[in-house]
């Protein structure tokens, strides 16, 4: 079961999403009530959820790096948003007005974006389980919650801390805990059992992932000219040691380490270099090799042989993999499956539409001006689902 803190930030609470990009799109505004910002299949939005759900997703925005205010954009002129910038970004005190309401209109599609996304993909998921006989029932909704609690909080203090930091109600966790348990369900009507044969493709398809090819630890001499060559080719072989010898004559960086290549494999150097001293036995001096980059000198060191991890040795990991991957096919398919239902049911006003909003077209991409939604919405990192 996942921490309840996770559910702070909304956009990777139901775990698969598709690319949300806020911001202007053609939607119908006339089918959508006045008291609200979007229609889904009849079942309207309201504005007062709405800026509920965008002062949770401020909060949580601010609670993942300490420190930084929760600035909550108002839209259409962001008078509050541009006085709280000055007021609680002293860097942006004396910011021009035009670029502080830029980057509040900036700010606003960011949150707005994530706060429709939770607030629709809420009502696709649940219609879309109520078609297919799902039920969560209040029981189990409030045994989840109550685990959840006991796991992640030592009081009832503790946890009514926590939803006083991240501006949500136990109502509002209990109904994040209820949509969540509707998507597990809906994910677990795809395939999810990773089979033996399953097992035993992946790793004939992908073998060189579970071992390593042979290597050669190496000396070289890298010099520009033939007749350098030969002079430090005599110098190794009057006694001097290799280090000297790189140090005096080689051009290749690697005379800064006394010439020496560990863990080199076949075709990683100059194919000239690579084919000369994957042919060499060990500990003795070849070349020069004339390349394209001068003359080589080369001693193998140590020749250290490929090795294979068994089927039975690498079982583990494969089945975690394609566990993984299953999971997230099942996810996209539910995501897909109730976009192909409830997309064309839902109208939103334009100032809210975004990629969940039927006719919506992605705006073109401007970068943040002063700074105002970078310190108001760091990213959130530990959200990944709620309980």
């Known amino acids: 079961m996942k921490s309840l803190r996770s559910i702070l930030a909304l956009g990777a609470f139901f775990v698969v999403m598709a ?5 202007c799109g053609s939607s119908s505004d006339t089918s959508v009530p006045g008291d609200s910002v979007a229609v889904v299949a009849g079942n309207p939005i309201t504005t007062k959820a709405f800026k509920h759900w965008m002062y949770v997703a401020a909060q949580g925005q601010a609670a993942q790096s300490p420190g930084s205010p929760v600035i909550i954009p108002d839209p259409p002129n962001y008078t509050k ?60 909704v409030n045994k989840a919650l ?62 060189s992932q579970f071992g390593s090819p042979e290597s050669r630890n190496m000396d070289i001499v890298l010099t520009k000219t033939a007749a350098d060559a030969a002079k430090a080719k005599a110098a190794i072989q009057s006694g001097q040691a290799w280090k000297d010898v790189a140090k005096k004559y080689s051009i290749d960086p690697s005379k800064s380490t006394g010439g020496a290549l560990n863990g080199v494999t076949a075709g990683q150097q100059d194919s000239s270099l690579s084919k000369a001293a994957f ?52 996810q996209t398919a539910v995501d897909n499956h109730a976009k192909g239902d409830w997309l064309k049911k839902t109208s939103c006003k334009k100032l809210y539409a975004m990629a969940d909003c039927s006719g919506y077209k992605a705006p073109k991409t401007s970068s943040t ?18 309980p």
């Open 146 to 207: 109550a685990t959840a609690k006991k796991s992640q909080f030592s009081t009832d203090a503790q946890f009514q801390t926590f939803l006083k930091t991240s501006g949500q109600t136990v109502q509002d966790i209990l109904f994040r805990v209820r949509v969540n348990q509707i998507f597990q369900k809906l994910s677990a009507r795809h395939p999810s059992k990773v089979t033996p044969a399953a097992i035993a493709a992946y790793y004939n398809a992908h073998k």
């Open 81 to 140: 948003c541009m006085a709280d910038a000055r007021k609680d970004i002293p860097s942006l005190a004396k910011t021009p007005a035009k670029t502080l309401k830029t980057d509040c209109s900036q700010l606003f599609t960011t949150l707005s974006g994530q706060v429709m996304d939770f607030l629709i993909k809420a009502y696709w998921y649940q219609a879309d389980a109520h078609k297919l006989g799902i039920n969560i029932t209040d029981a189990q």
């Open 279 to 330: 042919a060499a036995p060990a500990n003795q001096l070849v070349g020069p090799v004339k390349s394209q980059f001068g003359y080589y000198l080369i001693r193998v060191t140590k020749i250290n042989p490929a090795t294979q991890r068994t089927l039975a040795q690498s079982e583990a990991l494969i089945k975690q993999t394609l566990t993984s991957q299953l999971t997230t096919q099942a």
């Open 369 to 386: 001006t002063s700074g105002v939604a970078g310190a108001a919405t760091a990213p959130a990192g530990t959200a990944t689902a709620a």
């Open 19 to 23: 690319a949300v990009i806020a911001g």
